[in-house]
């Protein structure tokens, strides 16, 4: 029975609402400003949103480009089988994937969806810059 019992609290704490930042793994880290460099046609994965409890309650996270004919950003459902990591096997989520297009740089930012920081192109903060070459 306690092994029954552990289980189902394993299965259940997998349902819980977190996020999984991989852009940062991808930054360069002997630059000045965050950069992440990239080949063209190379995707990788930014951000993963496990939809979990208690739920984001208005706040869900994303990243947009600033420049997404350079890289493009495209966030799809998705479920883990991995335990204990994003998004989650019981509510799933959304993994966000950085696309090199074309040569040349941008910016991305992670923000709330649901609000327009992400539109204030001006402002520099949390701001990081996408180097896109081909080779």
């Keep these: 029975m306690r092994n029954i019992i552990l289980c189902i609290v394993i299965v259940l704490l997998q349902g819980c609402a977190g996020t999984r930042d991989s852009y940062k793994n991808l930054i360069e880290k002997d630059l000045a400003t ?8 190379e995707t990788k994965e930014v951000l993963a949103v496990g939809d979990g409890f208690p739920g984001w309650w208005g706040i869900y996270p994303t990243i947009i480009s600033f420049t997404p004919e350079i890289a493009s950003v495209i966030c799809k ?3 883990n089988w991995i335990p204990f990591r994003e998004p989650g096997l019981v509510f799933g989520g959304t993994v966000c994937y950085l696309t ?3 040569v040349g740089e941008t910016w991305i930012k992670r923000g709330n969806i649901y609000s327009d920081e992400l539109d204030n192109h001006e402002s520099h903060v949390g701001r990081i810059k996408v180097i896109v070459t081909d080779q």
């Design 34 to 41: 965050p950069t992440i460099q990239m080949v063209v046609d």
């Design 77 to 79: 459902k998705e479920r």
């Design 100 to 102: 090199a297009d074309k």
